[in-house]
């Protein structure tokens, strides 16, 4: 039985789309908002996302967003947007991220599972068919960092961040406007993301952001001098890789 996700902050309307799925088969999960719902995929890998546009603590652009990164080149539940309307901007940013189509409130009941089963079967025809490559409809470039916080999740762009440095079990990431956030989680789950970002691993507690490295200080090892006036050590064998990586983008 296919497993469909709704993610939606109006009970009435949540309550009346599993209504619908359940009567035709479905097993349905739901979830009230965007956190929520990036919880529920992560727990329950659903079939189907069926999410609301504008929702609190995290809409559904973000959410999709925060999903593309976290499951970076695996394949990704199709992502079906509801909302009351949407402009050509919106539109064209929420297909940029990989979602299949928007469906319109007010709706039909024939609207949602039309859209439904044409997605499940799709999905169905990508997993048969698979061979270690993603679908072109889901091949979407990651721009932003997701990082949890108290009301969820916090989409941030990769050029705002300075460096990330490890702290035991948790990392410490500085930012373009001063700030820091500690994040319980060990600076291994972001160095393959940040490192495919122009990010550089450069001591094995410190990974910085080349376009943030202001001067290269020579010495045994030596340091660097970041953008916002930190020092940061680097490795006596990541120091010819640095100086390397300094002159290309000079």
Not at 64 to 88: G, S
Not at 147 to 160: H, Q, S, T, V, W
Request: net charge negative; hydrophobic share 40%.
């Amino acid at each position: 039985m296919e497993q469909i996700l709704v993610v939606e902050d109006e009970l009435a309307i949540r309550e009346t789309i599993q209504d619908i799925l359940e009567l035709a088969g479905f097993k349905v999960l739901t979830a009230c908002n965007g956190k929520e719902g990036y919880d529920v995929i992560m727990d329950s890998h659903p079939d189907l996302v069926l999410c609301d546009v504008n929702m609190p603590k995290l809409g559904g652009f973000e959410l999709l967003e925060a999903i593309n990164q976290r499951l970076k080149d695996k394949i990704i539940p199709p992502f079906l947007f509801l909302t009351a309307k949407v402009e050509t901007e919106d539109f064209r940013y929420g297909m940029s991220l990989g979602a299949e189509d928007y469906i319109f409130k007010p709706f039909e009941a024939n609207d949602i599972l039309q859209a439904v089963r044409l997605r499940i079967d799709k999905r169905k025809n990508l997993l048969g068919h698979r061979a270690n490559n993603r679908s072109e409809n889901l091949v979407t470039e990651i721009t932003k960092l997701a990082l949890p916080c108290d009301d969820g999740i916090e989409l941030i762009a990769f050029d705002k961040v300075i460096k990330c440095q490890a702290d035991r079990a948790y990392c410490n990431f500085y930012f373009t406007d001063n700030s820091k956030k500690l994040i319980s989680k060990p600076m291994k789950e972001f160095e393959e993301l940040l490192v495919t970002n122009n990010f550089l691993k450069v001591h094995k507690s410190t990974i910085v952001n080349t376009q943030h490295i202001e001067k290269f200080i020579r010495g045994k090892a030596g340091h660097l001098l970041m953008s916002d006036g930190s020092i940061v050590n680097v490795s006596v064998r990541k120091k010819e890789e640095i100086m390397n990586r300094l002159k290309m983008n000079s």
